[in-house]
């Protein structure tokens, strides 16, 4: 009997231990679990700010008490307008990044000895906002896609018509998804191919922060009817003025860096993302001229009216296209190809031509989104010669990447990173001829205002840019996380797949819907009268507006799968062995190499 | 610079920069893509020959061709304009209604251009099917505001109704409730009489209210809708003892019709269409029957 009370005692206190050390485990994980949490959405990370010195520190709080001051006057001076609203946005975003960074505002000085690395940590947010802004367009992409099979799906809500849901869906993956990818591998790839640090550590977040804040003023204010009517130049004066400033910003970054480089040449990655970060300043500042009805108003009008007004829109539009969304894009692929083919390139002199002949043709090819309108022909058909010179430098590009995997294409077959990289290539081909040659006055007499015209686009976005995003972003992941691969290579290739039916479906649609609508408009019967009404071409195109969504619910579904397996890769992927990569992501050239910063 | 080497997939040599890994090889420029770069640019002289392409002060040169879009589409649709002028158009032109009728041949491409006139112009109030909806008049239903021959319904597609035009068909059914003309309970009278003239299924009570909205009707709506309640075509009163009611038969929404008020709204055509496009409409439009 006393042995069974011993024992009974004994297993008493074990337990009360056991369960304290449980206790105090579980803790000490959940703390752990939750730092890393964190440090993934970044937000509040002490670990990152503490990577900040602390006079960068007391900068970026005078910044954020800048702006939340700007929030205020516009709070203020906007009462009663949308303006109002979009104060207590910027002041709500500066303070709430403001509270992040006091959090960690006396945290011990940052190790000198970080100098001598790269400076990544803006890129990794910036990985996580591209796939939130990606999930967050895409799923409005589709719910429009959706409205246009079944109107009924606004739930007569006036934020959620189809005028203001469209411009949300293009800001949300153009800048949104696009943009974010652009500046983190921006960063990436300067310092890589510069063997140079940053140029200091707080621009990037100005910048990355006041990107997003953008995006975050245009998607808001399109909900609230905020528009100044141009295509993908929806976003309002002060917001347009706030862009201008985040700019200037990031390409003195760029400037700074490359001024610092280790390396005698500059990559030409690094000519692409210069022309578009350049370029895009030259459009956005020229297009976006325009008069604010009062300080206190959203509302402004534009320097430019009628026919000119026209032509400056789709100068910029056009060449937004071939700034944003095609040579920052060309930047990303002649670093995130090669590199992972393990490939050189296949032609520098290639490489030369196509870069001036895409910079050089481009400029003059926006007014072919004018054809035969009030635009003079004259300009049209500039606008058209050039956009048929134009294939040349395009294809040349596609056709150096391609070549460029000779040698590699069992990887191609084998490695759904890579496959993501070709098909982008590929898509880009078949994109730009079919621009070049929708251009031509008598093929747009027949494609112009039909959804030919979106079928080419998202040929464009879906098959080039966001391929060569989750390419790059598949690669790039296991180097910055230092992980041995992605969390999911099955789910890699799961995503591939999606993505390719998902825009081959949609392609496929809209060519089909976009053509049928552009034959019923012009097509008579023998007496000479048009054969069709618009209602019955609309109603011809209602089996392809669903299988439209579904493509693009496809697409959707492999960027959820995307970005679960990104956050899975950083949270739970195998560790690498060792700190040595040898992939080469870690400064090849031995520490001291890398140039110390100021 | 590093050393160039050799790439052995390629044989071609390496231009002996390295950037974090990358290598890029000497491959001279595949001579198709000269090739193709001269071809594009002997396109773009032509078509700047050929054409208005380069400006030059405050002129542009005008190309060989003298080609100008403008003239182009303004030949091309005057040639189909006249072909169809020629082919059955002059015939509608000069021949009157009931004579256009008659001739089958000629209804079938007035019955074509009819249509896809009516669905992109009409067909946004009064359905593809032309059969209306709430607040909206049905046309098939043969219960004209304004008289139902092929004349008239083609005056009021030209002058509208209480539209922009000069001399556009004006009407308005006065706000008997809202302007304190009938109080409630008068109103809930005459709503049961005029129901009751259509043979509608009475509301609750209204059994006790025919009789005292009968005298208010001849009061206050016999001017207009006529003693008999048949309406009057001269003043686009609708008859209220048919099946037909625009803005909805229940008590609840005849009640409303009394208390606001009514006066819809329908384009001048004439503003925007030809007279020829006028008349095929309302050929059109005075041939249609009934969805089955």
Redesign the interface.
Known sequence: MPQRADAAALSYRDCVSAKIKCLRYYRQQKKRVSRDRVSLLFMGDNDMISQLTSTERQYALVILVLMSLCGLVMAAGGRGDPLGVHGFVVLAFSVGLAFVLISGFYAPQPDPEQQTQYYDDPTKVGIALTMAWAVFGMFFGVWVASLLAWPDLTFDQAWSSFGRMRPVHTTGVIFGFGGNALIATSFHVLQ??S?ARLSDQLSPWFVLFGFNLFCVLAVSGYFMGITQSKEYAEPEWYADIWLVIVWIVYFAIYLRTLARRK???I??ANWYYMAFILVVAVLHIVNNLAVPISFGSAKSYSLFSGVQDAMTQWWYGHNAVAFFLTAGFLGMMY?YL??HAG?????????I?SFWGITFFYMWAGSHHLH?TAL???V???G???S??L??PS??SA?NAL?TL??AWHKVRDDATLRFMMVAAVFYGIATFEGSFMAMRPVNALSHYTDWTVGHVHAGTLGWNSMIVFGAFYALVPWLWKRESMYSPKLVEVHFWLALAGAVVYVFAMWNSGIIQGLMWRTY?E??????????SVEAMHPYYIARAFGGLLFLTGTIICSYNIWMTVRAGKALATDNDAE??IP?FARNAVQAGE | MEPRKRDKVTGRTTTGHIWNGIEELETPIPKVVFAFLAGTFLFAVLCWVLYPAWPFGVSYTKGLLGFDQRNVVTEQVAKAEAARIEDWGGKVEALDYAQIEADPALMQPVREEGRRLFEDNCAACHGVKATGGPGFPDLTAKAWLWGGSSETIAETIRVGINGTAEDTRSSQMLSFGKDQMLDREQILNVVAYVRSLSDLEPAAGDAARIEPGKEIFAQNCASCHDEDAKGNQELGAPNLTDETWIYGSDQQAVYTTVYNGRQGHMPSWGERLTPLQIKILALYVHTLKAPQ
């Open positions: 890589r191919t063997r390396e005698p040449h990559y030409v670093y090669p590199k490939r050189p390139i296949y032609s520098y002199r290639l490489s031509i035969y003079p022909q004259w049209q058909t500039l058209m010669s050039f048929a010179m294939l040349v294809w040349a056709g070549a000779n040698g019967t007496n000479g009268v048009l054969a069709y009404s618009f209602l019955d080469g992501d090849v």
